[in-house]
């Protein structure tokens, strides 16, 4: 089993839809959250970092469920320059401070 | 400000070859990453350095990779000899507190690498 796990999609949606991902992660020493967006042919990039009381940033909303593992993000009146990968991201606390990358989930948004 | 600058950006080898692949942190930053990625796998950690020293390289598939950070502003990853299967996306990436406590990592551009 991966440490994280993702639903690969594509999710595909159209402009102004609301859409959610989901990840799950196993190892319970995790103590950081991401999520990174990868456009196509590009590197990673930090979209947000998820707090345990959720956060915002504009359209975009990130919760933590530490009780059941799992991780979200909401993208609100998703445009087209959405399209993307995210990756979701953990870190765990423990000997070794590594950063552990789930597969993606894709995003394609539509006119 | 200069980002995670990477070298080659794109390299087509033969099998058997030797592939060296380089690294220019960001200035200040003292945690270094190497990370591969490809449709089957995803990302990969292959290893990081702290303050240029290796902290755990159990990432690197087999004794045929082998990173060096010299000094605080430059790495290396080396493959040899090089295989079709080793044939990915290479990701340089460095961090001023190793990710943690909600600080970002950032990812240079990645160096392409095909292998036939």
């Known amino acids: 089993r991966k440490e994280v796990e993702q639903d690969p999609g594509p999710f595909n949606v159209p402009e102004g839809a609301t859409v959610a991902f989901n990840c799950t992660y196993s190892n319970s020493a995790s103590q950081s959250f991401f999520w990174y967006r990868q456009d196509c042919r590009k590197e990673p990039k930090l979209l947000m970092s998820?707090?345990?009381s959720g956060n915002e940033d504009g359209r975009f909303t990130a919760q933590l469920n530490r009780a059941s593992q799992y991780i979200s993000l909401l993208i609100r009146d998703s445009k087209l320059s959405d399209s993307a990968t995210y990756l979701c991201?953990?870190?765990?606390?423990?000997?070794?401070?590594?950063?552990?990358f789930g597969s993606g989930t894709r995003l394609l948004v539509r006119p | 400000d200069a980002g995670v600058i990477q070298s080659p950006r794109h390299e087509v080898t033969e099998m058997g070859q030797e592939v060296t692949l380089r690294c220019k942190p960001i200035s200040g930053h003292d945690y270094l990453f190497w990370y591969r990625q490809t449709m089957m796998r995803g990302l990969e950690l292959l290893i990081y350095f702290n303050n240029n020293v290796p902290i755990d390289d159990s990432g690197m598939p087999e004794d045929r990779f082998s990173a060096k950070m010299p000094n605080a502003s430059f790495s290396t990853l080396k493959i040899q000899p090089s295989e079709p299967r080793d044939s990915a996306v290479y990701f340089c990436?460095?961090?001023?507190?190793?990710?943690?406590?909600?600080?970002?990592?950032?990812f240079g551009e990645g160096s392409w690498l095909t292998v036939v």
């Open positions: 990436a460095s961090s001023k507190t190793g990710g943690r406590g909600g600080n970002t990592i950032y």
């Open positions: 991201v953990v870190n765990r606390m423990d000997s070794s401070y590594k950063l552990i």
């Open positions: 998820v707090y345990s």
